[in-house]
């Protein structure tokens, strides 16, 4: 057991300030283990979130040493002992407080990426392929969905305007499992890649690579890979010579018209009123308050037997359709 | 104790942390090293490009990679394997047909790319270090987006790398007819070898192998080449700095063979 010290950021959008810890560390701890150990003993309202300890969840996401990681899986020991180590959360996205992110960004993007396109003529269940094929889109599969590498990457990062155009790292390994699916009976994803998410804003300078925490290749296996398939379809000669003199391999007429956040509403089937993807949802309402501005944790004074919950008390399930910010294919 | 709920707001602010980075490794010394090491090479290899002598070693046939293949009317006459008929200017290298595709080949290499974006360009130095420019439209248009001119310079490359493959060849052929072999052709074959396996471990060559297909299962062979290049494929980089020192290394020993600086080393002949 040692005293090491630390620096962690507290605030919220307000702003905020780095402070100084000191925190006893264990043999074989995590930073995740520190930052418990802070909440219990010096700073209980420290605002954090995890799951799993065990580097599966994604949900601990923060910044160590500069450096975007999971807390649950950056060692104690991989740190000098008289080294001060700094948490902060990540910067890409709004801070909600101390090292929570409001990560709402990474889910708009998935929901623009068009679904796995049933094959025609194939039941479910009668799906069926071969297990050099299901290899490749299984080394996407094992993404955790910690946003490390949107976190990480310049594009967002550095230019919060190319959030609106660039659906990043996570996106663009979905994509490539998809275009590279042999069921999927989409074929206009490279264009959509290319015109809807951005995938030219990428210079394959290889830090989500770097970050991703499930070693995914993700700039070799998939970027590089969509970015070349691209190329086929827009920029090469002979391809493009060979489409003219085979007549196959034909180019989809147009760029996707898939919804997308930037796109305004879009009509999403002929018999449905169109939808505003970019709408932001109503938000519930939030917990009731007492004369303090507190939340009634005493259940005493509380009129229910579990906490409050920060989304508010009054939801009721399912969601009406009319709310949400997404076409919900089975509620129209 | 606080006890204030803190629900998501409206509200969209980013952390507040004035530090640029926090990053307490060296992160700079990987974008350093990349800096130095391409800025040295391109200046050897301009001067070298531009020197127009001590190219060719008539006595057993070795042509530097740099002037091959010598196509200027400058040319000497046996060095010229596939004739003259570039104008002969200081302006103009004698290779002036392979030069620029090569050129165009390592600028839009995807390693080289990352390389100088980082190094030079600093967009971004390294990881979670901020990016040195103000606005990023990264490789959505002019000039950038000519980077995906890269399967084109792969194709030449291809092209090119027989033309050094040859050279090879002709190179264990003395002035005399005899065949011959010294260090300088283990040096020729070591670099024409080691282009190869950096042309073949392109990410253009791994795309049109098979990885441009949806069903490997139903194209056995060429997913077998696939797998092939793919396992050279998680070289490039490495391929990338071993075909820049092999160059160098080619063009200074024969050069030096030239200028009569050393002699060979002989092992036949
Ligand atoms: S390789 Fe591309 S997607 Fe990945 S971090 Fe770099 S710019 Fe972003
Ligand atoms: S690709 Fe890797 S870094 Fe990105 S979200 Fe998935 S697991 Fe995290
Ligand atoms: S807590 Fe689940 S990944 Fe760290
Ligand atoms: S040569 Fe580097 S990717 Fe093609």
Redesign the pocket.
């Known amino acids: 057991m040692s005293v090491r010290k630390f620096k962690v950021w507290r605030g919220d959008s307000g702003g905020g300030q780095l402070n100084d810890y000191q925190v006893e560390v264990n043999e074989g701890e995590v930073v995740l283990d520190v930052i418990h150990r802070l909440q219990a003993t010096q700073e209980p309202d420290l605002a954090c979130r995890w799951n799993c300890k065990a580097g599966k969840c994604?949900s601990c996401?923060m910044e160590i040493n500069g450096m975007p990681r999971l807390s649950c899986m950056t060692r104690m020991s991989t740190f000098e002992e008289n080294e001060t180590v700094t948490v902060t959360p990540l910067r890409t996205f709004p801070v909600i407080r101390d090292l929570v992110t409001d990560v709402s960004y990474n889910y708009t993007k998935a929901r623009e990426l068009p679904a796995f396109a049933p094959p025609p003529g194939v039941a479910p269940g009668d799906y069926r392929m071969q297990q050099i094929d299901v290899e490749r889109s299984q080394e996407?599969r094992?993404?955790?969905?910690?946003?490390?590498?949107?976190n990480t990457c310049h594009v967002v990062r550095d230019h919060e305007p190319n959030k609106e155009e660039f659906a990043g790292?996570?996106y663009f390994?979905r994509a490539a499992e998809l275009d590279m699916h042999p069921l999927d009976a989409k074929n206009d994803r490279k264009e959509f890649a290319k015109s809807q998410q951005g995938l030219g804003y990428c210079n394959i300078t290889k830090c989500?690579t770097e970050?991703?925490?499930?070693h995914?290749k993700?700039t070799d296996n998939a970027i590089i890979p969509m970015k070349e398939r691209v190329v086929d379809r827009r920029y090469d000669p002979l391809v493009v010579l060979g489409r003219k003199i085979l007549r196959r391999d034909q180019i989809a007429p147009t760029a996707s018209a898939e919804p997308t956040v930037h796109a305004g509403p879009v009509k999403v089937a002929d018999d449905m009123a169109p939808v505003d993807f970019g709408r932001e949802p109503t938000p519930p309402l939030p917990p009731e308050l007492n004369a303090k501005g507190h939340v009634n944790l005493n259940e005493m004074l509380s009129d229910r037997s579990a906490a409050a919950s920060p989304f508010g008390d009054d939801l009721s399930f399912p969601v009406d359709p009319k709310g949400l910010n997404y076409y919900h294919p089975d509620k129209h | 104790m606080t006890t204030l709920a803190t629900r998501p707001t409206g509200a969209k602010a980013r952390a507040e942390i004035s530090a640029k980075t926090l990053r307490t490794d060296r992160w700079w010394l990987a974008p350093l090293i990349t800096a130095v090491g391409l800025f040295a090479w391109v200046a050897y290899a301009t001067f070298r490009v531009f020197m127009q002598k001590w190219y060719w070693v008539d006595e057993y046939h070795y042509l530097t990679p740099f002037y091959s293949p010598c196509v200027s009317e400058g040319c000497e006459p046996a060095a010229a394997h596939f004739g003259r008929f570039i104008p002969d200017s200081p302006w103009i290298p004698y290779a002036a047909l392979s030069l620029p595709f090569l050129l165009l080949f390592r600028l839009t290499c995807y390693y080289y790319r990352k390389a100088y974006y980082r190094a030079f360009w600093m967009s971004p130095p390294a990881c979670a270090v901020p990016d040195g420019h103000k606005n990023y439209s990264g490789e959505t248009r002019f000039p950038l987006i000519f980077q995906n001119l890269h399967r084109y310079a792969f194709y030449a490359a291809v092209i090119i790398s027989i033309f050094n493959t040859y050279d090879a060849i002709m190179a264990m052929q003395k002035a005399n007819g005899d065949f011959g072999f010294g260090l300088g052709n283990v040096i020729l074959w070591v670099n024409v070898i080691m282009l190869w396996a950096y042309t073949a471990s392109c990410h253009s060559c791994r795309h049109i192998i098979g990885g441009r297909l949806k069903h490997f299962s139903k194209h056995p062979v060429r997913y077998r080449a696939w797998t092939f290049v793919s396992k050279l494929n998680t070289r490039h980089m490495g391929l990338a700095w071993i075909t820049l020192a092999t160059l160098a290394i080619t063009d200074f020993y024969i050069m030096a063979l030239a200028a009569g600086w050393f002699s060979d080393l002989r092992f036949v002949g």
Request: neutral net charge.
């Open positions: 994604g996401s996407f094992k993404c955790i969905e910690c946003f490390l590498c949107q790292p996570r390994i989500c970050v991703c925490p499930e995914i993700i």
